[in-house]
């Protein structure tokens, strides 16, 4: 298939690649002209779009344009400067993290010019590339399946993950790694609570190895001390632990690069999706008590730092890129 992609930052160049490596083309397009036109000059199948105009010209209809972003402003500009250049029939995708609510908004507005708008919940951060990226898609049944041979692409597949017990026949979508969860807006919603899980997972194994740093302090007594290797404990428990996990995975190598973590403050950013999950909870009646404390850590973490922070920190950076802000606050 032909896709158009804008925003060619830590994730949408490599969805390109990892589109073209499938035997798609795509049309390029950055706020910076340099990385479309150097992605082009070493892939014949990738074509640089110099303005948006120019990259829907370069489509055939419908056209298709995902849209890799920072949610917020950034997306709603793009949005409606992509519903001023399309026609009916046309396809806007929204891959980044936007809030469900704007995307059930934006997709009534761009409807009543007859164009098409999918939210893709997208997990996978910078080892996507070669690992592929989980999706979460809210859309028009009919347009997710005229979309799906991008989603297959992108997506893991079956790989060498063993099947859930249960399961049998044909793999579906889901096991794969994509779904449509529902229409516009579920696939964001669904995403959204991903990340307020992320939130959670991360900051149990923040406090765990905090422990574990502070285990040799002077307020206990001299026998019940301990001078923990962490970088070992984080080694162990990916063999055979019941905790094994890819964010495990991304901790131990921070930890053996690492130990001390010295190269961050423990300034933890959130990216909006855990508030979001809190907020949605709030509007359920549904507790989530390990949520909303994991939130809250966040906020206390630019205020005062400890190394569970750090670990933080450093599970962002190895899945995501993150990086802290250079002065720490």
């Known amino acids: 298939m032909q896709l158009g992609m804008i925003g060619l ?3 949408g160049a490599n969805m390109v690649k990892r589109l073209t490596n499938g035997g798609h ?3 390029a397009y950055d706020l910076d002209p340099k990385r479309a036109q150097e992605m082009a000059a070493a892939n014949p199948q990738v074509a640089a ?3 948006i105009k120019d990259l829907v010209a370069k489509l055939s209809k419908p056209r298709a344009v995902w849209i890799m972003v920072p949610s917020g402003d950034p997306t709603e500009k793009t949005v409606d400067t992509l519903a001023a250049l399309m026609e009916p029939g046309d396809i806007i ?3 980044g993290n936007s809030y469900f609510k704007d995307d059930v908004r934006r997709a009534k507005k761009v409807k009543e010019k007859g164009i098409h708008y999918v939210d893709a919940g997208t997990s996978g951060g910078v080892w996507g590339a070669e690992r592929g990226y989980c999706l979460m898609v809210g859309a028009e049944p009919d347009i997710f399946a005229h979309l799906e041979p991008i989603f297959a692409t992108l997506a893991p597949g079956v790989g060498t993950i063993e099947r859930t017990i249960g399961r049998t026949g044909e793999p579906t979508r889901a096991e794969k790694g994509y779904i449509l969860a529902g229409p516009n807006g579920a696939g964001h919603f669904v995403k959204m609570i991903h990340n307020g899980i992320e939130y959670g997972l991360m900051q149990a194994f923040a406090e765990g190895f905090d422990i574990f740093k502070n285990a040799n302090t002077k307020e206990l007594p001299a026998e019940h001390r301990y001078d923990l290797d962490v ?3 984080s080694e162990v428990w990916r063999r055979g632990s019941v905790v094994s996990s890819w964010l495990l995975d991304l901790l ?3 930890l053996a690069e690492s130990p001390d973590l010295k190269e961050f403050t423990g300034f933890v950013q959130d990216s909006g999706e855990g508030r979001w999950t809190v ?3 709030i509007e359920e009646a549904v507790p989530a008590d390990v949520l909303t404390s994991s939130l809250y850590t966040r906020f206390r973490s630019r205020q005062e730092h400890t190394f569970g922070e750090k670990v933080l920190s450093a599970m962002r950076k190895q899945f995501g890129g ?3 802000r250079p002065s720490g606050g």
């Open 9 to 11: 930052g830590r994730m």
């Open 25 to 27: 083309q795509c049309v």
């Open 49 to 51: 779009a110099p303005e």
């Open 93 to 95: 995708i929204d891959g």
């Open 231 to 233: 970088a070992e404990i």
């Open 252 to 254: 131990a190598i921070s």
């Open 279 to 281: 907020m949605a909870a």
């Open 322 to 324: 993150h990086m802290e």
